[in-house]
């Protein structure tokens, strides 16, 4: 079984930045999809970014990115492969929201990544708060 616990979030002013954390344990060869999604009050979940881990050195680049955030958001994983981390500069209001860490099989990081509802595993998120 997967699980998921994220951390990182706080409040910081339009322009700064936050790194967030997923720790993740439980991991198989058909859950090696992870992303981040985000969730405003009366606002639909969305997706942020995706990460294929335990890729290989020399294989394609296994990030993807929303169009909002690209540029400014990065995802990445640590060496020991058991967190995955969210990057986030130049953070704007329109950032602030529960960002939720979610997993699933390697096929969901593919064109169908930001669809909430193909995640099975999810964290119970870490709240930013983007304000002057």
């Known amino acids: 079984e997967v699980q998921l616990v994220e951390s990182g979030g706080g409040l910081v002013q339009p322009g700064g930045s936050l790194r967030l954390s997923c720790a993740a344990s439980g991991f198989t060869s058909v859950t090696n999809c992870v992303a981040w999604f985000r969730q405003a009050p009366g606002k639909e979940r969305e997706g942020v970014a995706s990460y294929t881990t335990y890729t290989q050195p020399t294989g394609p680049d296994p990030a993807t990115y929303a169009d909002s955030v690209k540029g400014r958001f990065t995802i990445s994983q640590d060496n020991a492969k058991n967190t995955i981390y969210l990057q986030m500069n130049s953070l704007k209001p329109d950032d602030s929201a529960m960002y939720y860490c979610?997993?699933?099989?390697?096929?969901?990081?593919?064109?169908?990544?930001?669809?909430?509802?193909?995640?099975?595993?999810w964290g119970r998120g870490t709240q930013v708060t983007v304000s002057a």
């Open positions: 979610a997993a699933e099989s390697l096929a969901v990081c593919g064109h169908d990544w930001y669809q909430a509802r193909r995640y099975r595993a």
